[in-house]
């Protein structure tokens, strides 16, 4: 049973930087992508980033591209994502994820193409 833990959430003003760690435990080379969403209140599930572990091609919705990094150290199981530039819009639990079968990049940010999913972290943006 593969476990996601998100961590690095917090209170940010606007255009400061976070970075989230997405620590996987039982994470196996089965995995074709890992992946952060983020939800606010109100508002669908939304894909931000995505790496792909087979070619590690990244993948960024049109909103944060440019100011957000995905990457992974392979060594430690563990993904992260370095936000810069934080706008207020930003603000939304921010959940890592990943997709071992029938994976399509082409449906990268579709949340039903993942099969494990972090309890989520936090983060604020605010003045």
């Known amino acids: 049973q593969v476990q996601l833990v998100e961590s690095g959430g917090g209170l940010v003003q606007p255009g400061g930087s976070l970075r989230l760690s997405c620590a996987a435990s039982?994470?196996?080379?089965?995995?074709?992508?890992i992946a952060w969403f983020r939800q606010a209140p109100g508002k669908e599930r939304e894909g931000v980033s995505c790496?792909?572990?087979?070619?590690?091609?990244?993948y960024y919705t049109e909103s944060v591209k440019d100011r957000f990094i995905i990457s992974r150290d392979n060594a430690k199981n563990t993904v992260y994502l370095q936000m810069n530039s934080l706008r207020p819009e930003d603000t939304a639990v921010y959940f890592c994820?990943?997709?071992?079968?029938?994976?399509?990049?082409?449906?990268?940010?579709?949340?039903?193409?993942?099969?494990?999913w972090g309890q989520g972290t936090q983060v604020t943006v605010s003045s």
């Open positions: 790496l792909s572990t087979t070619d590690g091609l990244t």
């Open positions: 994820a990943t997709a071992r079968y029938n994976f399509w990049a082409t449906r990268w940010d579709s949340g039903d193409m993942y099969d494990a």
């Open positions: 039982g994470f196996t080379l089965d995995y074709y992508a």
